[in-house]
């Protein structure tokens, strides 16, 4: 069965950093663009960041781009999502998503890890 | 980059009901057009993807269509697990796969 699983999310203050970890089984995760997209509460899904499957290009919504970094250990079958100088902006609850081949849609999403950033 | 707008924002139907809501991106993006279905507590679903594509397990009552810069999903003979809410995505842009806002479909 093909499963994200997200962890790493909790309360942080504002400034300070987080880093999220989503472990993938399932599939050949190495082969895979993957995402991380994010949801403010009661808010709708905003793009956040992706990356390609051998790791090497990355992209960002400016709204993040500076301050977070996506990567990835395919030895691990693991993505990252390390965010820096965080503010209350991006309390959200975060998905990481698998990206399918034909049309670059996300196939597959986790069950999403809150981040709540507040002092 | 690239703007996704949806409209309705909102609608309200009855179960039997053919919906349809519309997105629109502020420039082409090809057939780089995927729908998602959100309900309460849950991670969104894929229902379509380039534009017209039917997921896999996604009954067919669900249908996409357009091109370019405007696209719709209809669903015919709404069903009561299809109240959700439903967004647009591009995928073409590596700038970002922005989202659009979101169609809430609920009971009249």
């Known amino acids: 069965e093909v499963q994200l699983l997200e962890s790493g999310g909790g309360l942080v203050q504002p400034g300070e950093s987080l880093r999220l970890s989503c472990a993938a089984s399932g599939f050949t995760f190495s082969n895979y663009v993957m995402g991380w997209v994010r949801q403010a509460p009661g808010k709708g899904l905003e793009w956040v960041s992706a990356i390609l499957g051998r790791g090497g290009t990355t992209y960002y919504a400016d709204s993040v781009k500076g301050r977070f970094t996506i990567s990835r250990d395919n030895s691990k079958n693991t993505l990252y999502l390390q965010m820096n100088s965080l503010g209350a902006e991006d309390t959200a609850l975060y998905y990481c998503?698998?990206?399918?081949?034909?049309?670059?849609?996300?196939?597959?999403w986790g069950q999403g890890i809150l981040v709540t950033v507040s002092s | 980059d690239i703007q996704m707008t949806q409209s309705p924002s909102s609608l309200s139907a009855s179960a039997g009901d053919r919906v349809t809501i519309t997105c629109r991106a502020s420039q082409s993006v090809s057939n780089y057009l995927n729908w998602y279905q959100q309900k309460p507590g849950k991670a969104p679903k894929l229902l379509i993807y380039a534009a017209s594509n039917l997921q896999s397990g996604v009954p067919s009552r669900f249908s996409g269509s357009g091109s370019g810069t405007e696209f719709t999903l209809t669903i015919t003979s709404l069903q009561p697990e299809d109240f959700a809410i439903y967004y647009c995505q591009q995928s073409y842009s590596n700038s970002g796969f922005t989202f659009g806002p979101g169609t809430k479909v609920d009971v009249k």
């Open positions: 998503a698998k990206v399918h081949d034909y049309g670059r849609p996300f196939d597959v």
